[in-house]
């Protein structure tokens, strides 16, 4: 092929998907800023989710370690003004069958009721199950309740074989891993 110049080498015959990125161009207003930096971070979370899935692949992604996870939930929980409690369920091979939100809360707490988890379990016919929430306050440090309601869960799903593989509490941009803290 030949080339009559040097940039024909780079044509492309479909458009590429640009994305505009905060503090490039001009924003007039913080609240535009905002705005642009919240699209940046709703694309991320829509390729993060893709993967987190699987949807990139032939079968789903497989949770082997704590962190997989923890990126994906620091950015879908990190700036929420409540709590939310959310499980993600999974096969047998660890694989993400569903991530779902079940509780939302208040600024300090979220009612969590183990016969919803359950029923959910069951309704998803998962094996094994990370457990999630936030905690507004930017302190990651789990309460007593915390552990409690752990507990209640793991002893709650025992019964019917699903395995609590994590329970992690997001905080901003920190977390803390209930697997990772040997209390679970």
Do not use: M
């Given at each position: 092929m030949k080339h009559t110049n040097q940039l024909d080498m780079f044509a492309v015959s479909e458009a590429a998907k640009v994305y505009s990125f905060p503090g490039k161009g001009t924003v007039e207003t913080a609240e535009q800023r905002k705005e642009s930096e919240d699209?940046?971070?709703?694309?991320?979370?829509?390729?993060?989710?893709?993967r987190f899935y699987g949807q990139l692949e032939s079968e789903g992604a497989k949770i082997t370690a704590p962190?997989?996870?923890?990126?994906?939930?620091?950015?879908?929980?990190?700036?929420?003004?409540?709590?939310?409690?959310?499980?993600?369920?999974?096969?047998?091979q660890?694989?993400?069958?569903?991530?779902?939100?079940?509780?939302?809360?208040?600024?300090?707490?979220?009612?969590?009721?183990?016969?919803?988890?359950v029923r959910s379990a069951i309704e998803t016919n998962a094996s094994a199950v990370?457990?999630?929430?936030?905690?507004?306050?930017?302190?990651?440090?789990?309460?007593d309740a915390d552990r409690q309601i752990t507990k209640k869960l793991q002893e709650a799903l025992d019964v019917i074989d699903v395995k609590v593989i994590d329970h992690i509490i997001v905080a901003g941009t920190e977390h803390v891993s209930f697997a990772e803290r040997g209390l679970i």
């Open positions: 699209a940046v971070i709703s694309e991320a979370l829509n390729i993060i989710e893709a962190w997989i996870a923890v990126d994906y939930l620091t950015l879908k929980y990190a700036e929420l003004p409540y709590e939310v409690f959310s499980v993600t369920w999974l096969n047998s660890h694989q993400v069958i569903k991530h779902e939100e079940l509780f939302r809360g208040t600024v300090d707490k979220a009612a969590v009721y183990p016969r919803e988890v990370l457990l999630c929430h936030n905690h507004p306050s930017g302190s990651p440090q789990e309460s």
